[in-house]
């Protein structure tokens, strides 16, 4: 056990952080604990944020994380970290204190991408959906009734928002400028499948389509004017272009870090410019960047709820001196709601150049997707047939043979192997 005058700081106040700081106290770590976190609430919980807060199913206040961390934790909320020392073992914070560390957390997690021109982003009716402020704000401008919402992005949270908007009765154009929905993930050939399941619910779904710039009146939004010329009357856009990793504050530290993440070694701690590991700093979330051995030791960082709950709880324990029993490689798994079904991955469907349709029947829109790379399964994707995923789970995890044989049990004539269509 470690003496209990070593002292601990977490950097990040999200889910990771939070199970990672849980993990260390039941690994048995005594000494001082800090949580840092650049806004100003407790840990809270994402996913519903784009779901159930923007129905007014519930608030965004009311999403708070259990925790199982009693008193002996100083909590140093609304003020991000600015800097490291590694030399000093220091953290500096934006209010000018600074904090010393024996042992230390990265887990500061992704903001949303901004639109890309400063002015159009802050005009009234222009949002980002990533934090419980955001998600509050755009509750209400949806509750007073826009004539259309423009969203910008078809990734997955662009989408639940469209879907959002049609559960409430919201006009809603959905501009994405890949071939379908979610194309850079699943492929064109389950996007499109994805993409129709939206167009079924009412989305005006403008795949090729790119949004050049909002124009205004008056400081509030308008209209968004395309590549193309088409003009879209909104009153409300939602920008979803994707995620950037928090990594600028490590800058001089000496570190492995940039825009793509924060490098780790296969037991989860960060690794310096010259590729050693720092044994008194580990990551976790999605900010981390490690070598998966199901993908052949391939870097990859996670924006998954479920990764950064299993890698927080790894790098606690890290910390905390436990010995890690494996190279750390949790089999990532994902869900989200698309129109009314709800969608669920495992593994990882980069790099896949084969896909087949190993359940159900794709035009139903309930099927499972397995993805294939050489011979071998990688990811599978179940719409609307979670019930059929432990079983392509194991296929991934076991790094089973693509095709997989024999035939599924509703498809007697056997299994057609197609092209995902990355773009």
């Known amino acids: 056990m470690m003496p209990t005058s070593e002292r601990a700081v977490v950097v990040g106040a999200g889910l990771a952080a939070l199970r990672g700081a849980e993990a260390m106290r039941e690994a048995g770590f005594s000494g001082s604990l800090s949580i840092v ?3 100003p609430y407790r840990p809270y ?6 779901k159930h807060v923007l129905t007014g199913a519930i608030r965004a206040d009311a999403t ?25 073992r220091t953290l500096r914070l934006a209010d000018g204190r600074r904090l010393p560390y024996d042992r230390l957390l990265v887990a500061t997690g992704t903001r949303a991408r901004p639109w890309p021109n400063p002015h159009e982003g802050r005009l009234t009716g222009v949002f980002t959906l990533r934090g419980r402020d955001d998600a509050a704000a755009l509750r209400a401008a949806l509750a007073a009734g826009p004539r259309r919402v423009l969203v910008i992005g078809g990734g997955f949270i662009g989408c639940e928002v ?3 908007c049609r559960q409430l009765g919201l ?37 090729g389509g790119e949004v050049e710039w909002l124009e205004d009146e008056g400081g509030r939004l308008v209209r968004g004017h395309l590549t193309d010329g088409t003009r879209i009357d909104a009153d409300v856009a939602v920008i979803a272009l994707g995620a950037v990793r928090n990594t600028e504050w490590l800058a001089g530290s000496g570190l492995s870090a940039d825009p793509g993440g924060v490098d780790c070694d296969e037991a989860g701690y960060v690794l310096d410019a010259d590729g050693r590991p720092d044994p008194r700093i580990a990551a976790a979330g999605d900010v981390a960047r490690f070598p998966h051995p199901l993908y052949g030791g391939r870097r990859v960082a996670l924006e998954h709820w479920s990764q950064a709950v299993a890698q927080g709880v790894h790098a606690g324990r890290l910390l905390a001196g436990a010995v890690p029993e494996a190279p750390y490689g949790e089999l990532p798994t ?9 969608v669920k991955s495992v593994g990882l469907t980069e790099g896949a150049d084969a896909l087949a349709f190993t359940q159900g029947e794709p035009a139903s829109g309930r099927f499972v997707a397995l993805y294939g790379r050489a011979g071998r399964c990688i990811a599978a994707v179940a719409v609307d047939s979670a019930r059929w995923l432990p079983a392509h789970a194991a296929l991934v995890a076991a790094g089973a043979p693509f095709p997989p044989r024999g035939a599924a049990a509703d498809r007697p004539k056997g299994i057609e192997i197609l092209a995902p269509g990355f773009p």
């Open 334 to 342: 994902f869900w989200s709601t698309q129109g009314a079904v709800v």
């Open 37 to 39: 976190g650049a806004e």
């Open 64 to 88: 708070t994380l259990p925790s199982s961390l009693g008193a002996d934790v100083d909590w140093h909320l609304g003020s991000p970290a600015l800097g490291l020392d590694r030399a000093a």
């Open 162 to 164: 469209a879907n959002l």
């Open 45 to 50: 919980d994402r996913p519903p944020l784009s």
């Open 171 to 207: 006009p809603v154009t959905l501009v994405e400028p890949g071939p379908t929905p979610l194309a850079r993930v699943l492929g064109t050939t389950v996007g499109s499948l994805i993409g129709a399941i939206h167009e079924g619910r009412g989305v005006d779904l403008r795949c």
